[in-house]
């Protein structure tokens, strides 16, 4: 299975901010890499797919990059409304397993 | 756009069967995967397996001796069925489509279904 390292664990920040978090994988994913947030009580929802394309109705201020085993989630000018945990998800091979999570404070 | 909604036990004893049902409502199954996904109280995420639309199925290796996921066509709904559940089974167990060319990820969730495992 390929595992996966998100850091830090939690931060938190001040509306305006620009934060970023990683995800490393054991193993390369070429770019098949997800970012999901998720709020108390929801169901996640998709922000990122193969590392860096914008799934529709997502706000630019959020941004992915990366390749191989290194990518991060960038989010620009923080918005309270960014208050969640945040996932990223290997696309590359089953199980297709997710990062333990970052929770963002604003 | 399409809406997953799912339904299934929520209240188990040691050992017996969980059962869940996924039904899809204005979208085909056609070109998709569809998946199972858990999050145990206040922890991650973690995958349990899929099913495409031709019926083939993948799961998780740490699950795949208790683990079915069934398709029904006729009726746009998928199933997941977990045998000889445990606590460790006690999770919010979401159903979701998997869009998977040129890539692989989760484009819409059901609702999610809080499943205790209680003596």
């Known amino acids: 299975d390929i595992q996966m390292t998100q850091s830090p664990s939690s931060l938190s920040a001040s509306a305006g901010d620009r934060v970023s978090i990683t995800c490393r994988t054991s193993q390369s994913v070429s770019r098949y890499l997800n970012w999901y947030q998720q709020k108390p009580g929801k169901a996640p929802e998709l922000l990122i797919y193969v590392a860096s394309s914008l799934q529709r109705g997502v706000p630019s201020r959020f941004s992915g990059s990366g390749s191989g085993t290194d990518f991060t989630l960038t989010i620009n000018s923080l918005q309270p409304e960014d208050s969640a945990t945040y996932y990223c998800q290997q696309g590359y091979s089953n199980p297709r397993t997710f990062g333990q999570g970052t929770k963002v404070e604003v | ?99 998977a060319y040129e890539g692989y990820w989760v484009d819409s969730w059901g609702q999610g279904t809080l499943v205790t495992v209680s003596s």
Not at chain 2, 11 to 26: D, F, H, N, Q, R
Not at chain 2, 57 to 82: G, H, M, P
């Open chain 2, 1 to 99: 756009q399409v809406q997953l909604q799912q339904w299934g036990s929520g209240l188990l004893k040691p050992s017996e069967t969980l059962s869940l049902t996924c039904a899809v409502y204005g979208g085909s199954f056609s070109g998709y995967f569809w998946s199972w996904i858990r999050q145990p109280p206040g922890k991650g995420l973690e995958w349990i397996g899929e099913i495409n639309y031709k019926g083939i199925t993948n799961y998780n290796s740490s699950l795949k001796s208790r683990v079915a996921i069934s398709l029904d066509t006729a009726n746009t709904q998928f199933s997941l069925n977990l045998s000889s559940v445990t606590a460790a089974d006690t999770a919010v167990y979401y159903c979701a489509r998997i869009f």
